[in-house]
């Protein structure tokens, strides 16, 4: 059974850093993209970065530009996302995911496993 177990978290001031990390389990992860997507109050989910199955490749989101970045580490079945120069707008709960394909895609159906999400709050 994959699980997906996201943690970091939190409430910080605008201009600060978090780092998310997603812990996955029940199978070999290195063969699948994994990705972060994120939801405010009252809007759709959302695409934030993507990461190839080997690490090598990423896709972002423009609203993260520069601020943000993903990576893994395939032998701890982890991905983390480094998330500077936080702003208000980037309040949400924040997802993990395992895709169905070795590169990452920025839409919800082309993944198949989620985690709980962890709560991210900025304030200005």
């Known amino acids: 059974q994959v699980q997906l177990v996201e943690s970091g978290g939190g409430l910080v001031q605008a201009g600060a850093s978090l780092r998310l990390s997603c812990a996955a389990s029940g199978r070999t992860f290195s063969d699948y993209s994994m990705a972060w997507f994120r939801q405010a109050p009252g809007k759709e989910r959302e695409f934030v970065m993507g990461?190839?199955?080997?690490?090598?490749?990423?896709n972002y989101a423009d609203s993260v530009k520069g601020r943000f970045t993903i990576s893994r580490d395939n032998a701890k079945n982890t991905v983390y996302l480094q998330m500077n120069r936080l702003i208000p707008e980037d309040t949400a709960v924040y997802y993990c995911?395992?895709?169905?394909?070795?590169?990452?895609?920025?839409?919800?159906?082309?993944?198949?496993?989620w985690g709980q999400g962890t709560q991210v709050t900025v304030s200005s």
């Open positions: 990461v190839s199955g080997s690490g090598a490749s990423r």
């Open positions: 995911a395992v895709g169905r394909a070795f590169f990452p895609s920025t839409g919800t159906n082309a993944y198949d496993y």
